[in-house]
């Protein structure tokens, strides 16, 4: 069994709710710095996140850069998880992605929710 703490942020919004975009960035931030493994979801809107271009066109707070916060996320070696159907259904294509974005199905999500100490949906 692992030991490893990893906690789960589900984000369903991109520029329509900037603050529920940026917040679970923030805390997964600050998670790499308590020893605890973030996992980002994105779904619904969230998808739109990892498009190229647009976390910068999304403002919560000055100083505060979302583009960032995501850079530091993916820069540490994790993964924003995209929701297979979500990117489907915006007609994405995978070449629209920053890179450390990949495309997953409803089996990898719930791998990553029941192995984590907690999930958190914004």
Not at 44 to 58: F, H, P, Q
Not at 63 to 92: D, H, V
Not at 111 to 120: M, R
Request: charged fraction near 20%; include cysteine.
């Amino acid at each position: 069994m692992s030991t490893e703490k990893k906690i789960t942020y589900i984000i369903t919004y991109g520029d329509d709710n900037p603050e529920k975009a940026t917040l679970p960035f923030m805390l997964a931030n600050i998670a790499m710095t308590m020893d605890v493994t973030p996992v980002v979801v994105l779904q619904s809107n969230g998808v739109m996140l990892a498009v190229k271009g647009y976390a910068e066109k999304v403002h919560f707070k000055d100083g505060i850069s979302l583009k960032q916060l995501m850079e530091n996320y993916t820069g540490a070696g994790n993964n924003l998880l995209l929701c297979g159907p979500c990117f489907e259904t915006r007609n994405l294509k995978e070449g629209d992605l920053i890179e450390g974005a990949i495309i997953v199905g409803a089996a990898r999500v719930t791998e990553e929710v029941l192995s984590s100490i907690n999930v958190i949906t914004y």
